[in-house]
């Protein structure tokens, strides 16, 4: 790891915020919100439409959120991932980590705008095995 997003999972009880966590077991939302819950990671879930993932509170946007999270994971379509951008750039600290699939030439040129710690096109399932 070195890039200053990954590194954060070093941090001693990171916070990671997955917008587009879902119930749904097919969707990556819940694959990564699971694979991470498992992992010893806390994670919380963002979706607008359900109050709950894998039994735990979700909220519907990343100001509702009651903490501020070290990592935002991005498992969107891309034209949802430039809202969750301007979001995250409002967060002091937080860095955003834009899985496969999440991102296009507009949200990569969005994050060079905003000037925010990104990782993009990388799984964080596959950078966090072995790390707890």
Same mark, same amino acid.
């Given at each position: 790891m070195n890039d200053p997003v990954s590194e954060k999972l070093?941090?001693?009880?990171?916070? #990671?915020?997955?917008?587009?966590?879902t119930d749904?077991?097919? &969707?990556?939302?819940? #694959?990564?919100? &699971?694979?991470?819950? !498992?992992?010893?990671?806390?994670v919380v879930g963002v979706n607008p439409t359900r109050e709950t993932i894998d039994g735990d509170k979700a909220?519907?946007?990343?100001? +509702?959120?009651?903490? &501020?999270? +070290? #990592?935002v994971n991005v498992v969107v379509?891309? &034209?949802?991932?430039? !809202?969750?951008?301007?979001?995250?750039a409002e967060i002091p600290g937080a860095a955003v980590w834009i899985q496969p699939g999440a991102?296009?030439?507009a949200?990569?040129?969005k994050v060079e705008e905003l000037g925010l710690d990104a990782l993009i096109d990388a799984c964080i399932m596959?950078?966090?095995r072995g790390i707890r």
């Open positions: 070093m941090l001693p009880d990171p916070l #990671i915020a997955i917008v587009g966590a749904a077991p097919h &969707k990556y939302g819940n #694959i990564i919100y &699971k694979d991470l819950k !498992r992992k010893g990671f806390r909220y519907p946007s990343l100001a +509702d959120l009651p903490e &501020k999270p +070290d #990592i379509p891309p &034209k949802r991932t430039m !809202r969750v951008l301007e979001a995250v991102a296009d030439e949200v990569r040129a596959v950078q966090t």
